[in-house]
């Protein structure tokens, strides 16, 4: 409560500054303003910097963050989005389509919440359905044909729970896809950019490298839910979050994650293409350290500069 109160206050002074600078003359000195104007900003990097898990939930959940296709135009270029799973139809709440990266030819997929609410009901909230991991394994397994790095952006709140796509094998759509990524013989690098909502994230988020922006959340349950079972009481969301070490910090201290991703100042909703700028090289340097380490394991073999998993180096000829 006292950092939601913190942040309005912020939010307060930024905009009464702002209402300054327009009723000031074009005459008047802008040196106050300017001294205001650098003093808000660093309330607010020490706002942002102490942030709890629960407040970091709500960022990872805000509706202006980055979504795959966001990414994909700020990052990728020469896109074609590919659909359907070839055995049921098409699941918008995934995206997939091959890309350039760099000028290299890979894969791009990851969910798509939809801006506005007419979005957002056309692709489920971002909650894939067993059609939409059908299609994801399908196009990483066309990857994995004509050797293609693999780029999966996450942001869910988890797999979607409805009756129909029970009927349709959502547990086993999940976990083929379990089992299917960790075999792939072609790079995965996985960034979560907003939620990483239980199993439905983890359906496509088996990779050689797992990264994730500084505000995003990983978990096995939503804070609500854990509140709910533990406490019978989802107003203890806060609480639980907290206890499951759910923000990207915790994750790269127990290992889970492999690189934090900073934000622009104020969170990755305030500026995409800032986002896009401080992600690029991380995700540059994730394929490249796999480029490498697939030269140095196999430096005989004539496709030794075509990029390939760590599992797939130890299923080799194991040359070291």
């Known amino acids: 409560m006292e950092q939601g109160r913190r942040a309005r206050e912020i939010e307060e002074l930024e905009r009464e500054v702002q209402d300054l600078r327009r009723l000031s003359s074009p005459g008047t000195s802008q040196t106050e303003l300017e001294r205001l104007q650098q003093q808000i ?71 798509q919440k939809g801006r506005d609410t007419k979005q957002r009901l056309a692709r489920n909230f971002g909650q894939a359905k067993p059609e939409g991991y059908r299609k994801s394994l399908r196009m990483m397994n066309l990857a994995a044909k004509f050797a293609r790095p693999i780029f999966v952006f996450v942001d869910t709140p988890g ?14 759509a999940i976990a083929r896809n379990l089992r299917e990524m960790s075999r792939l013989p072609v790079p995965v690098v996985v960034t979560i950019t907003g939620e990483g909502g239980s199993g439905g994230a983890l359906a496509i988020a088996v990779g050689d490298r797992i990264n994730i922006l500084e505000n995003a959340i990983y978990s096995v349950i939503s804070p609500e839910g854990c509140a709910s079972i533990l406490w019978r009481d989802a107003c203890k969301a806060e609480t639980a979050a907290q206890a499951l070490r759910i923000t990207a910090s915790d994750l790269s201290e127990l290992g889970i994650v492999d690189e934090v991703v900073a934000e622009p100042q104020g969170g990755a909703h305030v500026d995409h293409e800032a986002t896009a700028r401080l992600l690029d090289p991380v995700l540059v340097r994730s394929l490249d350290g796999l480029t490498s380490l697939a030269q140095r394991s196999n430096p005989d073999r ?4 075509l990029p390939v998993t760590t599992a797939a180096i130890r299923a080799g000829d194991g040359k070291q």
């Open 159 to 172: 797999a979607y729970p409805g009756i129909d796509a029970e009927e349709r094998g959502q547990a086993e």
């Open 41 to 111: 900003g660093e309330l607010r990097r020490e706002f942002y910097t102490h942030l709890g898990a629960w407040q970091r939930t709500q960022l990872a959940r805000h509706p202006q963050r980055p979504y795959t296709l966001d990414l994909v135009r700020l990052l990728f270029t020469d896109f074609t989005e590919l659909h359907g799973d070839r055995f049921f139809g098409d699941d918008p709440a995934i995206v997939a389509g091959f890309a350039r990266f760099h000028s290299r030819p890979v894969l791009v997929l990851g969910h």
């Open 302 to 305: 004539p496709d030794a500069t």
